[in-house]
T-cell receptor, first 115, second 112 residues
Framework: GAGVSQSPSNKVTEKGKDVELRCDPI?????LYWYRQRLGQGLEFLIY????????KSGLPSDRFSAERTGESVSTLTIQRTQQEDSAVYLC?????????????FGAGSRLTVL | GEDVEQSLFLSVREGDSSVINCTYT??????LYWYKQEPGAGLQLLTY?????DMKQDQRLTVLLNKKDKHLSLRIADTQTGDSAIYFC????????????FGSGTRLQVQP
């Protein structure tokens, strides 16, 4: 597609439930990133995929968080046993980065509210 | 402390210049970036600067980089109400992580 697409745009769930957030990157972009943005705060890095390399999971806040990416296409971020502190906007970005500036293109985000 | 720091809020009058500042810690980033986030939207790249440059100008935007002081700034000339948004600086900091590290964002409010 023309841009990075995320779904759902809004998700309300009850504490303890599992949620899945989906990201469709720009076709051909080898790198894919997940960030979390809590209300009124900056972006918190979660995980980074680059081609077939092992993902950089150093930003995942707990073992309740996991992400997968199929080849160089769709990625799914899964949060198990959601907690209220997981409420945030989850932003996905992709880039075509081989050399030069690494320009990230962001999706509009998935707003997660945990009641 | 924070890897990338920004002031939280800036208010200017329409037509004035806005200067948004950013300081960062040790950086191996070859490029430094400015992103803009409008309400309810994702981040949009505004501009970036190569680390061996001191200044880059792009229409109403001027980026200044002081590598010695690890200070980056974004100047918006003739600020318009449509420039009201949150502005983030970002770079690939020396944390062993290839993804970009973002500052906490500066909310720019432009008053008519």
């Amino acid at each position: 597609g023309a841009g990075v697409s995320q779904s759902p745009s809004n998700k309300v769930t009850e504490k303890g439930k599992d949620v899945e957030l989906r990201c469709d990157p720009i076709s051909g972009h080898t790198a894919l990133y997940w960030y979390r943005q809590r209300l009124g705060q900056g972006l918190e890095f979660l995980i980074y995929f680059q081609g077939n390399s092992a993902p950089d999971k150093s930003g995942l806040p707990s073992d309740r968080f996991s992400a997968e990416r199929t080849g160089e296409s769709v990625s799914t971020l899964t949060i198990q046993r959601t907690q209220q502190e997981d409420s945030a906007v989850y932003l996905c970005a992709s880039s075509l980065w081989s050399s030069g500036a690494n320009v990230l293109t962001f999706g509009a985000g998935s707003r997660l509210t945990v009641l | 402390g924070e890897d990338v720091e920004q002031s939280l809020f800036l208010s200017v009058r329409e037509g004035d210049s806005s200067v948004i500042n950013c300081t960062y810690t040790d950086s191996s980033s070859t490029y430094l970036y400015w992103y803009k986030q409008e309400p309810g939207a994702g981040l949009q790249l505004l501009t970036y600067i190569f680390s061996n440059m001191d200044m880059k100008q792009d229409q109403r935007l001027t980026v200044l980089l002081n590598k010695k002081d690890k200070h980056l700034s974004l100047r918006i000339a003739d600020t318009q109400t449509g420039d009201s948004a949150i502005y983030f600086c970002a770079g690939a900091l020396d944390t062993g992580r290839r993804a970009l590290t973002f500052g906490s964002g500066t909310r720019l409010q432009v008053q008519p």
